[in-house]
């Protein structure tokens, strides 16, 4: 079993939708990191969260530490918003992180 | 944008010789790490590093060798490359303060 997990492993939207993405993890962290990656993209780092709640545009995270739980919102969603959103436990002296397998998002017109 | 690449960006070799990667910072950065980025597997720590040759193994190591005897560069070596190692490799490098992440755009190896 993955110490970090991701849900749903899919999910398909239509544009202007509010989208939820899930991540658990097992292990404790310092720190939680949502990536997105573009179809034969370079992984680029949304945020960094080791509480509460971060806003960047449409892009929101939350942490429950209690629950060991994070998400990653998206409203009003686009096209340009498909992609593959990989979340990301940090944890250990040497800033370890482990990865769930992602989940591929597509936002249809 | 972060000061991270890598070289090469596509290799294509056969079964059995020698690869390097090179992963390469300009932002000063403590940490490097390099994994490998598999369908259903999603991203495996291969090897790390918390210094100048400072270095340590990930999940998936056996096969891969590492040297770090600078702080901006990163190299990832396969002795011997197998067809298991096709893989899509990526460097990252985390501050020790700020513990923001930043990506290479990563290496596509097909080992034939």
């Known amino acids: 079993k993955n110490e970090v997990e991701q849900s749903p492993q899919n999910l398909t939207a239509q544009e202007g939708e509010f989208i939820t993405i899930n991540c658990s993890y097992s292990?404790?962290?310092?720190?939680l990191h949502w990536l997105q990656q573009h179809p034969g993209g370079g992984i680029v780092s949304l945020f960094m969260?080791?509480?509460g709640k971060k806003k960047h545009g449409r892009l929101i995270a939350t942490i429950n530490i209690q629950e060991k739980h994070s998400s990653l919102h998206i409203t009003a969603s686009h096209p340009r918003d498909s992609a593959v959103y990989i979340c990301?436990?940090?944890?250990?002296?040497?800033?370890?992180?482990?990865f769930g397998t992602g989940t591929r998002l597509q936002v249809t017109l | 944008d972060a000061g991270i690449t890598q070289s090469p960006r596509h290799k294509v070799t056969e079964t059995g010789t020698p690869v390097t990667l090179r992963c390469h910072q300009t932002?000063?950065?403590?940490?490097m790490y390099w994994y490998r980025q598999d369908p259903g597997h999603g991203l495996r720590l291969i090897h790390y590093?918390?210094?100048?040759?400072?270095?340590d193994k990930g999940e998936v190591s056996d096969g891969y060798s590492v040297s770090r005897s600078k702080t901006e560069d990163f190299l990832l070596t396969l002795e011997s490359a197998t067809s298991s190692q096709t893989s899509v490799y990526f460097c990252?490098?985390?501050?020790?303060?700020?513990?923001?992440?930043?990506f290479g755009e990563g290496s596509r190896l097909t080992v034939l």
């Open positions: 590093s918390y210094g100048v040759k400072d270095t």
């Open positions: 932002e000063n950065h403590r940490y």
């Open positions: 969260l080791s509480s």
């Open positions: 990252a490098i985390s501050g020790h303060d700020t513990g923001e992440l930043f």
């Open positions: 990301a436990a940090r944890s250990g002296t040497a800033s370890k992180l482990t």
């Open positions: 292990v404790g962290i310092s720190a």
